[in-house]
């Protein structure tokens, strides 16, 4: 949507175009011919077109530089509208939260669900997951078990000793797979 500056600029820009008979898909050709023609080369040769060339490029620059700053505000009342926008949303969302965890008593939904052993809650409701105790996985080497006692088995000399230390964090004895 654009601003009633943006208008304004844009009627500014065409009628910069009308009065040095300009169309606008020749606008960048003719904007570089007019910056040769300011060059320091013509103002020796014709001071005069190059004062010419200078003034209407100046005039030009001032009315893109205008168009320009005008989008950007644009923008910038765009983004500051959304990021109203938003923080609304975050604000509606916040109190629709508190509201259901008034209404719950504050607890989480996952509560119910989730055992926790320093929590006193009662296992009646048979809702109750317990997290089972699964063992570690080695760094280096296989693990396996035999009479429940866990072997890390190790394939090379050069894993002895990142396997020792493996076997000891995971309370394991080291063993070597035969080749």
């Known amino acids: 949507m654009k601003t009633q500056g943006e208008f304004m600029d844009l009627k500014k820009l065409k009628d910069f175009l009308a009065k040095h008979k300009i169309e606008e898909v ?26 010419e060339a200078e003034n209407k490029l100046a005039e030009l620059n001032e009315i893109q530089n205008q168009v320009f700053i005008n989008k950007l505000k644009s923008e ?15 604000k509606r969302k916040e109190n629709e939260k508190s509201k259901s965890s008034q209404h719950s008593g504050n607890k989480s939904s996952l509560s119910e669900y989730v055992s926790n052993e320093s929590s006193k809650q009662s296992s009646s409701s048979g809702k109750i997951l317990s997290v089972p105790d699964l063992p570690q996985l080695p760094q280096i080497g296989k693990l396996y078990q035999l009479n429940s006692q866990p ?17 000891d964090r995971l309370k394991a004895k080291l063993c070597a797979i035969k080749n």
């Not at 072997?151 to 076997?167: H, P, T």
């Open 76 to 90: 910038v009342e765009n983004i500051q509208r959304e990021v109203k926008r938003i923080e609304d949303e975050i």
């Open 26 to 51: 020749l606008l960048g050709k003719i904007k570089n011919e007019w910056q040769q023609q300011s060059g320091h080369k013509n103002k020796q040769k014709n001071p005069k077109e190059a004062e």
């Open 151 to 167: 072997y890390l088995a190790i394939e090379f000399w050069e894993q002895y000793n990142q396997g020792k230390k493996e076997a």
